[in-house]
C-alpha cells in the first residue's frame, strides 16, 4: 500500500470535515437537510462510485471469486469485531444488554461513507467494487446479528433484511449483471457514473464535519471507560487482529489490502439509528461515531501501516 497517497488522502479527507464543521458551526445543518445530503450521498453518490468502478473492471472469472471471497470475509471480520467488542466490554461491570451495545460499537465500522471513497482513491476502481462488497457484508452482519443482539429477545427477522435492499446494493447486483451479460454502456453513461462518483468523498466528508457540531453541542456526560472501550477496540484492536489473521490464512492480496481498509474504519454512522430503533443507547452510538470519527484521521494510517508490514 502506497503510504504517500494514504496520508493524502486522509489530510484531505480531514480538511473536508474541518470545512464542513465551520459550515455547521455558523449554519447548523437542520433535519431536512441531513435528510436531503444523505440521500444524494447514499442514493447517488455512492451507487456512482460502484457502477463507476464496475465499468471500468473486465468482469472475469478471478473477479468473480474475489468478490465472493471479500463477502464471506467481511461477514467473518465483522462477527470477529463484535465478538471482540464483546469479550471487552465484559471487563467492565455493566449489564448484559450494555455490553451487546459496546460489542456492536466495537465490531461495524464506517465502510460505506468513508471506507469505500477512501479505497477507491487509494485501489482504483476495482477496490471500489471490492469495497462494496465488503460494505453489503457488513450490512448483513448489521442487519442480522447486531439486529438479534439489540433485542430482548433475540430473533432473526425477514423486515430487518429489507433494509438491506437500497440503492447501493441495486448497484452493485445490477452493474455485475450488466458487466457478465457483456455488454458496454454508452460513453456518456460512463462519464456521468465517473462525473458523480467524485462527489461521494467530498459530500461524506462535509456531512461529518457539518454534524460534528450540532453532536458536540448536544452531547451529554458519557463515562470515559464506557467510551474508551469501543474507541480502543474499534480502531486499534479489532483492525489490528484482523490484519494478523489475514496474514495467517494467506487469503488474495487485493482483498487483504481492501478488507484492511475497511476494518480499520471508525464506528458505523447507522450507529445511533440502528440503536434508536431498538430502544438501546442512542447517544452512546452518537457519541462513539463523532469521537471515532475524530480519532480515525489519526489512526487509520498507523494501522495500515502496521496492517501493511503483517501481509507482506
Given at each position: 500500500?502506497?503510504?504517500?497517497?494514504?496520508?493524502?488522502?486522509?489530510?484531505?479527507?480531514?480538511?473536508?470535515?474541518?470545512?464542513?464543521?465551520?459550515?455547521?458551526?455558523?449554519?447548523?445543518?437542520?433535519?431536512?437537510?441531513?435528510?436531503?445530503?444523505?440521500?444524494?450521498?447514499?442514493?447517488?453518490?455512492?451507487?456512482?462510485?460502484?457502477?463507476?468502478?464496475?465499468?471500468?473492471?473486465?468482469?472475469?472469472?478471478?473477479?468473480?471469486?474475489?468478490?465472493?471471497?471479500?463477502?464471506?470475509?467481511?461477514?467473518?471480520?465483522?462477527?470477529?469485531?463484535?465478538?471482540?467488542?464483546?469479550?471487552?466490554?465484559?471487563?467492565?461491570?455493566?449489564?448484559?444488554?450494555?455490553?451487546?451495545?459496546?460489542?456492536?460499537?466495537?465490531?461495524?465500522?464506517?465502510?460505506?461513507?468513508?471506507?469505500?471513497?477512501?479505497?477507491?482513491?487509494?485501489?482504483?476502481?476495482?477496490?471500489?467494487?471490492?469495497?462494496?462488497?465488503?460494505?453489503?457484508?457488513?450490512?448483513?452482519?448489521?442487519?442480522?446479528?447486531?439486529?438479534?443482539?439489540?433485542?430482548?429477545?433475540?430473533?432473526?427477522?425477514?423486515?430487518?433484511?429489507?433494509?438491506?435492499?437500497?440503492?447501493?446494493?441495486?448497484?452493485?447486483?445490477?452493474?455485475?449483471?450488466?458487466?457478465?451479460?457483456?455488454?458496454?454502456?454508452?460513453?456518456?453513461?460512463?462519464?456521468?457514473?465517473?462525473?458523480?462518483?467524485?462527489?461521494a468523498s467530498p459530500l461524506a466528508m462535509l456531512y461529518i464535519g457539518m454534524l460534528l457540531p450540532l453532536l458536540l453541542r448536544n452531547k451529554r456526560q458519557v463515562s470515559l471507560p464506557l467510551l474508551g472501550v469501543p474507541l480502543m477496540f474499534k480502531l486499534f484492536v479489532f483492525p489490528l487482529s484482523a490484519a494478523?489473521?489475514?496474514?495467517?490464512?494467506?487469503?488474495?492480496?487485493?482483498?487483504?489490502?481492501?478488507?484492511?481498509?475497511?476494518?480499520?474504519?471508525?464506528?458505523?454512522?447507522?450507529?445511533?439509528?440502528?440503536?434508536?430503533?431498538?430502544?438501546?443507547?442512542?447517544?452512546?452510538?452518537?457519541?462513539?461515531?463523532?469521537?471515532?470519527?475524530?480519532?480515525?484521521?489519526?489512526?487509520?494510517?498507523?494501522?495500515?501501516?502496521?496492517?501493511?508490514?503483517?501481509?507482506?
Amino acid at each position: 500500500m502506497e503510504m504517500n497517497t494514504l496520508i493524502q488522502s486522509i489530510l484531505v479527507m480531514a480538511a473536508i470535515i474541518g470545512i464542513g464543521a465551520v459550515i455547521g458551526i455558523r449554519q447548523p445543518l437542520a433535519a431536512d437537510s441531513r435528510q436531503l445530503l444523505i440521500t444524494i450521498i447514499v442514493n447517488v453518490a455512492m451507487p456512482c462510485i460502484i457502477l463507476d468502478g464496475v465499468f471500468q473492471t473486465p468482469i472475469d472469472d478471478r473477479l468473480m471469486l474475489q468478490i465472493f471471497g471479500i463477502f464471506v470475509v467481511s461477514v467473518l471480520l465483522n462477527c470477529l469485531g463484535i465478538l471482540i467488542g464483546w469479550l471487552g466490554a465484559r471487563t467492565l461491570p455493566l449489564s448484559a444488554k450494555k455490553r451487546r451495545e459496546l460489542a456492536i460499537l466495537s465490531g461495524l465500522g464506517n465502510t460505506g461513507f468513508i471506507g469505500l471513497p477512501l479505497c477507491a482513491a487509494l485501489f482504483g476502481p476495482k477496490g471500489a467494487v471490492l469495497a462494496a462488497v465488503f460494505d453489503a457484508g457488513l450490512d448483513f452482519v448489521m442487519w442480522t446479528v447486531a439486529v438479534m443482539m439489540l433485542q430482548e429477545k433475540a430473533r432473526f427477522s425477514l423486515k430487518g433484511l429489507k433494509a438491506m435492499v437500497n440503492i447501493p446494493m441495486i448497484a452493485i447486483v445490477a452493474g455485475l449483471g450488466f458487466a457478465m451479460s457483456g455488454l458496454t454502456p454508452p460513453e456518456p453513461v460512463k462519464q456521468l457514473a465517473a462525473a458523480l462518483a467524485r462527489l461521494a468523498s467530498p459530500l461524506a466528508m462535509l456531512y461529518i464535519g457539518m454534524l460534528l457540531p450540532l453532536l458536540l453541542r448536544n452531547k451529554r456526560q458519557v463515562s470515559l471507560p464506557l467510551l474508551g472501550v469501543p474507541l480502543m477496540f474499534k480502531l486499534f484492536v479489532f483492525p489490528l487482529s484482523a490484519a494478523l489473521l489475514l496474514s495467517q490464512l494467506h487469503v488474495d492480496a487485493e482483498i487483504t489490502r481492501v478488507a484492511i481498509v475497511q476494518v480499520a474504519m471508525p464506528t458505523v454512522a447507522m450507529a445511533s439509528i440502528l440503536f434508536a430503533r431498538y430502544a438501546a443507547d442512542e447517544e452512546m452510538g452518537a457519541m462513539t461515531t463523532v469521537f471515532s470519527t475524530l480519532l480515525a484521521l489519526l489512526t487509520i494510517p498507523a494501522v495500515l501501516m502496521v496492517g501493511s508490514m503483517l501481509i507482506r
